[in-house]
Each structure stands twice: as C-alpha cells, then as structure tokens.
C-alpha cells in the first residue's frame, strides 16, 4: 500500500533553521513534491525531487533519498511567516499524488 | 497565461441535499484534473482523478462523483450529502507531462 509519514507539529524560533522529515513506501515512485499550506487556504507548491540528493531554492532546500524512502525540508532564516502546514507528496505511477498528512510548523519571535 | 477556478468558495448545505462543486482551468489543454478533500485538522485526500475527457478514477468509494464533460471542466457531485462530506475541497491540475501540481482556492462545504 502507499504510505506516507510527517512529524504531526514542530515548533522553532525565528532566525533558525528547521527540519521536516518524510518517510514513504509506495509502489512506483516517480517523484516527492513539498508544499506549503497556510491555514485556511490551498496548498502551494515549494519543491520537487525524483532524483537523489538535494536541491535548493532561496531558504527552502529538499532532500531525497529514494533507496530510504526518505525526504527532508530545510528551511533557513526561519521568519514568521514561515508559520504553516508543510506537506510531503509522493507521485504514484504517472498520475496519482498521494499526501501526507502535513507537518504543523510554529515559529516564535 | 494558466489559472485554475473553482466554485463556490463556501456553502453551507443540510444532510441529504445535493452537491455541485465546479472546477476549470484556462490557458491550458488536455491537463490531467483532480479533487481531493481535506477535513479539518487533516491531510489531503485524493478523490477523483481525470487524464481526459468522460475518463474518471475513483480513489476512494463513497457517495461522492465526478465528471470531465469538457477538457478543462471538472465537476464533484452528491446526491445525498452525509455530515462526514464536511470539508476543504481541492480542485487540482498538472499539465499532460509536466510534474507539479497546482491547486485552485478550494471550496469549504460545511454539512448540518
């Protein structure tokens, strides 16, 4: 079956760095996406991996290890509005996107 | 350039009425469509999922439907809404070949 594991909440401080894991098992992988969800709003796209290794955008970088089923997002410079909901997304196959249930990021002053 | 709409934004409907929710995207052709519900507090769900027009996949049996009559339409309906339909429901496309998904505002169906 597929499935796909996050930290339910994390807390950090602004100015520091964050990391939020993701674990998967799934039958055709074929690429891990991150996303961004404030509350109440939809989803926005942060990053895409279907190689390994690492990739880096601004203060935003994603890792991926395939032979773990392992993906990471580092955020930098935490600010405040880094206050959201981070999902980890898996591509099935050609079409489907299977979600994780998101990780609740608090960032103090 | 490509934008997603989806409609209404909010509704508040009783137990047993009917669902439409509608969903199109411009500046594209062909893309692939989907709608995922997300309950309070949750993740995202896939429901349906649409590669071409009268295609449908069903992820999850339920009383909810979908239908593609046109390439960049894409509709989510009930006939009977059950309190547990309550939800954030996400329309969704990616271009035939292309990787990330985009979402529209979504739609927030709350069921009494």
């Known amino acids: 079956g597929q499935n796909i594991d996050q930290p339910t909440e994390m807390t950090a401080t602004e100015g520091a760095i964050v990391q939020i894991n993701c674990t998967y098992q799934?039958?055709?992988?074929?690429?891990l996406f991150w996303y961004q969800q404030h509350a109440g709003e939809a989803p926005t796209f942060l990053s895409y991996n279907v190689l390994d290794g690492l990739e880096e955008k601004g203060r935003f970088s994603s890792f991926l290890s395939r032979s773990k089923g392992y993906s990471y997002l580092l955020l930098k410079e935490l600010q405040m509005k880094d206050s959201a909901s981070y999902l980890c997304a898996v591509r099935s196959g050609t079409y489907k996107y299977i979600f994780g249930t998101g990780t609740r990021l608090k960032v103090l002053a | 350039s490509q934008t997603i709409h989806q409609w209404p934004a909010t509704l508040v409907q009783p137990v047993g009425s009917p669902l439409s929710l509608e969903c199109t995207v411009e500046?594209?052709?062909?893309?692939?469509l989907y709608w995922y519900r997300q309950a309070a507090g949750r993740g995202l769900q896939l429901l349906f999922y649409s590669v071409g027009i009268g295609q449908i996949s069903s992820e999850v049996p339920q009383n909810l439907s979908a239908s593609r009559p046109q390439d960049r339409q894409f509709i989510l309906s009930s006939k009977k809404l059950l309190l547990s339909d309550s939800g954030f429901y996400l329309c969704?496309?990616?271009?035939?070949?292309?990787?990330?998904?985009?979402f529209g505002a979504g739609s927030r169906l709350t069921v009494l």
């Open positions: 500046g594209t052709s062909n893309p692939n």
């Open positions: 969704a496309w990616v271009d035939s070949g292309a990787n990330v998904l985009t």
């Open positions: 799934t039958s055709g992988f074929n690429g």
